[in-house]
């Protein structure tokens, strides 16, 4: 965060000296708490990005929670046969955008940037469909979050 919050600074001083405006409506969207990716390096890892499901209610969005036991992937098993973990996906009904993603498991910190991509660029889960997972890699979570669901 502290590089991001660095190449904005530079955006802002470069803005000033050339006199244009130094609000950029891109920063303004990422840098909010919404946007900012957060990785617990436990043993299991918990990564998350986005509003919790809590957080998305209170803040008025009509939401679905979708849920998938990570384990059931091909990729966790080849990454380790007792691999256990759990994503958690909150999506805003009325846009079809994630607003929030959480992962615990064993190296799930890989998997946050992803989600920081789809929640802060709002990617519609339409779109997010045809971004294919590497095969067989725990990523692969991504493409079952999406068909439960049900696309």
Same mark, same amino acid.
């Given at each position: 965060m502290g590089k991001y919050q /660095?190449?904005?600074c530079g955006d802002v001083i470069v803005a000033r000296a050339k /006199?244009?405006?130094?609000?950029?409506? =891109?920063m303004r969207d990422?840098?909010?708490a919404s946007g900012v990716p957060q990785v617990i390096f436990t043993d299991p890892q918990i990564g998350a &990005? /986005?509003?919790t499901e809590a957080a998305a209610r209170e803040k008025g969005y009509r939401v679905r929670? &979708?849920?998938?036991?990570?384990? =059931?992937v091909s990729g966790a098993y080849v990454r380790e046969p007792s691999y256990?973990?759990? =994503?958690k996906a909150v999506v805003d009904e009325d846009r079809k955008v994630l607003l929030g993603v959480t992962f615990v498991g064993p190296g799930v910190a890989e998997l946050v940037h992803s989600a920081t991509i789809a929640v802060t660029a709002q990617v519609p889960l339409e779109r997010l469909w045809h971004a294919v997972p590497s095969f067989p890699t725990v990523s692969e979570v991504w493409l079952r979050l999406l068909e439960t669901y049900g696309l």
């Open positions: /660095g190449r904005l /006199g244009e405006p130094d609000d950029l409506p =891109a990422v840098t909010t &990005v /986005g509003l929670v &979708v849920e998938y036991d990570m384990a =059931a256990r973990g759990r =994503a």
